[in-house]
């Protein structure tokens, strides 16, 4: 079954509005063994649209078509498709009815042109719209091609809203197709790894997955993160299921402490697991990422759990005064530095009384003019991390901007806390 | 002038890649003059894609094609373009040359596929790429439509990686676009708002810049703030320029100061110049926004100039020993309360010597269990600021989930701080 997908809307032909639904309708297309052909982004011209409606049922099973079902005269899905089709619309008066309502309930009058929301294409099926006032349409169909072959096609009309388009989908789209589709029996899994190059664990791992040609392989990287897709199909869910179980423990084989998680868990959510199963606390002090792997890990709920807090010590006053920090270490060997990493680590975690200190100082650029930092280069950062044992301390060099720098070397941190923690 | 973008890679039809170059492309499109009609998202398929050129040379003037210009099978953006314009694929040597040097750069031996990076479309202009292997083709060429008419198309090939693509649409296909369209003379303009509804902007301004029937403008609204978009063509840039000065005074005369900047400075940047420009110093203390605030504060390059830092004060044992907060307060009040959030303000500023101290408290959910806290609602948010002279602590109550709840809280102090130094 392959399906293609319309955006309509002239904004999604400006630089400045993208189409984000046909991610979440593709994922939930491929759920049910549904591939995607095309996308198409089109604006609000009736000529354009009705062209693309033709090619789209000339080439897939099924056409979802999202926006353009809105109250004003740019509106034109409904009528698009109708015309493309040489069918009727008809004023359905359920619709007019809970139009009205609607309006009642906010104190308002309906403007006349809202009508134009309670038009239904003959044949279709009307899909509730519980966030919107524009209902869906779901429409069988049978079409001739040019070479008088007959095609059946479902064609369907969703709001352009995406939390109206997604609530639709998962309450309306999916259970229908479902019903006419035959079941699918689909596992996935997502493997995660930090910090390693994407061709490195291609090197690594495709000797493995490629023998495995009934799972489908997707690498995926960016900041920071190599994420590894497995997605498998078979007769029964068992099997599917299985059969990636195999494949992942090989994988986790050849990776080891590589992969941070197989279970969907962030970095940071890994991190407070470890440190809640140690029962353990954790305080940062934080120079050139200014609060950025404080901010990571309290975006998790609960952090406060195992997570106290700690500094930015962004300018070399709150080093001394919050971390103590010798000021002579300051002016001998600068911020940057090994020496002031541990000071940073062992002072916070001595303050806040935590199990565990870690600090970052670094130069995420640009240049810092005079001063003992001078002549460092822009990328190069030290993290230390103290326990009631012992201090670490690591040197990093990171390419890249002011934003690259410092979210690496957050991930860089999160990393050395996982791998002492383990 | 109409132009047609075409995407090509399966990647694209997954629900993990989207294609972003477009809206780069729309951008720099739209500064000549020339405006998006469509575009297509096309998988890695001769047919598909040779079917959507087809499409496009009817429509448009300009056709981009990114992607499909790597040397593996199914890179097959040459081969289609060719074919669906009856054209010759020939080989240059040139190319060759350089793709054998780049190679023995990296000391590996040229596997032989990638000799079709090397293909040239006849008739076609090889467009330099100096971040990749794969040149971009520039075509000019005649077309007859089934109408009999014969219709001037240019057709423009460019590699599928942003930094590729866009390092040489900058290069190389502006300059050339430049160069054969009539020169345009548009004049742009941005103004920025925090924290205020769409509506109510949409409703103060919509009376003043619906008179400008030859402006057009966008308003784009998220993550708390409201962008205000105007654009004007007119026969001279002064002409253009001075059309929206006229506006902007008036739209700057209704929303006065709800508008934090008209010349493309961040909320973060703007707080940043004021305490530039009065010669003072800012630190934060933030519990539920776990550091968010100060993060986008030091995402800022030099932010050091102005900001010192200050505290994650997440478990009230923090808020005691750093912020010294008494603790009684937090057991009387609770964490989340003015009393404390007016403490933690004065306590950072003591502390830290800074001129001003800002302090965020709240619940950013999932509820606080039992505590000093309990039935407190989530997203009940104080802020704290204070400075020589005074403290001055509000009261917020933010809708959403934790994401939201902690990035609005942090725009709230940006304003508190924006508003106090203006």
Redesign the interface.
């Known amino acids: 079954m392959i399906a293609e997908i319309i955006a309509v809307g002239s904004?999604?032909?400006?630089?400045?509005r993208?189409d984000?639904n046909s991610?979440?309708l593709?994922?939930g297309l491929?759920d049910l063994g549904v591939?995607?052909?095309?996308?198409?982004?089109?604006?609000d011209?009736p000529r354009?649209l009705i062209?693309?409606i033709h090619?789209a049922l000339r080439?897939a099973d099924i056409l979802i078509l999202s926006g353009g079902l809105g109250p004003t005269e740019d509106d034109l899905t409904r009528e698009c498709v109708a015309e493309a089709l040489d069918l009727d619309l008809h004023t359905d008066a359920d619709v007019v009815l809970a139009l009205q309502a609607r309006f009642r309930a906010r104190r308002m009058e309906m403007p006349p042109n809202n009508l134009k929301q309670a038009q239904v294409i003959e044949g279709a099926e009307l899909l509730p719209n519980p966030n919107g006032s524009a209902p869906g349409q779901w429409l069988e169909t049978i079409i001739r091609t040019a070479d008088g072959v007959t095609h059946r096609r479902l064609i369907i009309l969703l709001p352009g809203p995406p939390n109206e388009l997604k609530a639709m989908f998962a309450a309306q789209v999916q259970p229908r197709l479902e019903a006419q589709l035959p079941p699918r029996f689909i596992a996935r899994r997502v493997l995660r790894m930090a910090l390693i190059p994407e061709s490195t664990v291609d090197a690594r791992t495709s000797p493995i997955y490629s023998q495995f040609k009934d799972v489908e392989t997707?690498i995926?990287a960016g900041h920071g993160e190599i994420q590894l897709?497995f997605v498998c199909e078979k007769d029964t869910l068992e099997e599917a299921e299985e059969r990636l179980d195999t494949l992942v423990e090989l994988i986790e084989h050849e990776m080891g402490d590589d992969i941070f998680s197989s279970d969907g868990e962030s970095l940071e959510e890994i991190i407070l697991l470890m440190l809640g199963v140690r029962g353990l606390s954790l305080a940062?002090a934080?120079?050139?990422?200014?609060?950025?792997?404080?901010?990571r890990?309290?975006?998790i709920?609960?952090?406060?759990r195992n997570?106290?807090?700690?500094?930015?010590?962004?300018?070399n006053?709150?080093k001394v005064?919050?971390c103590k920090v010798p000021a002579r270490l300051l002016q001998q060997k600068g911020a940057v530095s090994p020496e002031v990493a541990r000071a940073l680590a062992e002072g916070i975690r001595e303050?806040?009384?935590a199990s565990l200190g870690i600090s970052i100082t670094g130069i995420a650029?640009?240049a810092i003019p005079d001063g003992p930092d001078s002549g460092k280069p822009v990328g190069l950062i030290y993290i230390g991390l103290a326990d009631e044992e012992d201090t670490q301390v690591k040197q990093f060099m990171i390419p890249g901007d002011?934003?690259r720098i410092?979210l690496w070397a957050t991930q860089h941190a999160l990393e050395m806390l996982r791998h002492t923690l383990q």
Chains 1, 2 share one sequence.
């Open positions: 904004e999604m032909l400006t630089p400045h993208q984000t991610l979440f593709t994922a491929n591939s995607v052909g095309f996308k198409t982004i089109v604006g011209n354009h062209e693309a090619n080439r997707t995926l897709h940062v934080e120079s050139c990422t200014g609060g950025l792997l404080s901010q890990i309290t975006a709920p609960n952090a406060s997570f106290v807090g700690g500094a930015i010590v962004y300018s006053d709150l005064s919050i303050r806040t009384k650029g640009p002011r934003d410092r």
